[in-house]
């Protein structure tokens, strides 16, 4: 299973999980159940975002591509979720992404500096995961700083797919809703990942997301 088959599955779990969110009542058990699908996604584009980090040969490109889309989606994401066009209390995934990138970045750079000095590197390591989880609490991110906390981890733990699965599990089953747990399920399809790139679909995620959040927004008021 390569990047293109991950993606895919990220986009279509987080696809079910906003007709969920977005389109049925949430006292409804099929609500439940598209939501519980849809724990799936997140954790694979964690996944991901730490496979194109260690690849790309522009990480600052990387960032400004996220940050881009970040403010791009805002609208969508206000308006599918809360119905205004601009809504300050919840911030869009992407703008998670955006500060998980930029803190794992700056670890690495560290790493450079301090590579054989274990203690520095780690106390460097939890003060970058302190500021960026606080700026992504402050800023109201999609799965605050527990998101943050889980891309950091996915980024230490990433030689380690037991670690991965247990940082996630913990993570998602213990910090976050109960119901996050299901994200555990996608250390499955991770497992099989084989290191290869598969299709190019660079941008297809960047635009189905503000795209598809639209569409569901506009079916949903004329329903």
């Known amino acids: 299973m390569n ?9 279509i779990t987080m696809l079910i999980d906003h007709i969920g969110a977005i389109m049925l009542p949430h006292d409804t058990m099929l609500y439940l159940i598209l939501r519980c699908i849809g724990r799936l996604a997140f954790p694979i584009f964690v996944f991901l975002l730490i496979e194109g980090f260690q690849h790309t040969r522009n990480v600052q490109k ?4 996220l940050g881009v889309f970040a403010l791009i989606s805002e609208v969508p994401f206000d308006f599918a979720f809360y119905g205004t066009v601009l809504e300050f209390s919840h911030q869009n995934i992407f703008f998670t ?6 803190c794992i970045y700056l670890m690495r750079e560290i790493e450079k500096k301090y590579k054989l000095n274990f203690i520095i590197l780690n106390i460097i390591y939890a003060l ?16 605050g700083y527990k998101g943050l906390l889980l891309i950091v981890a996915f980024y230490i733990f990433r030689n380690s797919k037991l670690l991965l ?3 996630l599990f913990f993570i998602s089953g213990y910090l976050l809703k109960y119901i996050n747990v299901y994200a555990t399920i996608a250390m499955i399809p991770i497992a099989f990942y084989n290191g290869q790139k598969g299709k190019s679909i660079k941008y297809i995620f960047y635009i189905f997301y503000p795209a598809h959040l639209l569409v569901l927004a506009f079916i949903h008021r004329l329903l």
């Open 128 to 143: 970058l995961t302190l500021i960026f989880g606080v700026a992504a609490f402050y800023l109201k991110t999609d799965y």
């Open 3 to 11: 990047s293109f088959h991950l993606k895919l599955i990220a986009i």
């Open 97 to 102: 992404l955006f500060l998980g990138l930029m």
């Open 62 to 65: 990387y960032l400004i591509r």
């Open 165 to 167: 699965t247990c940082s």
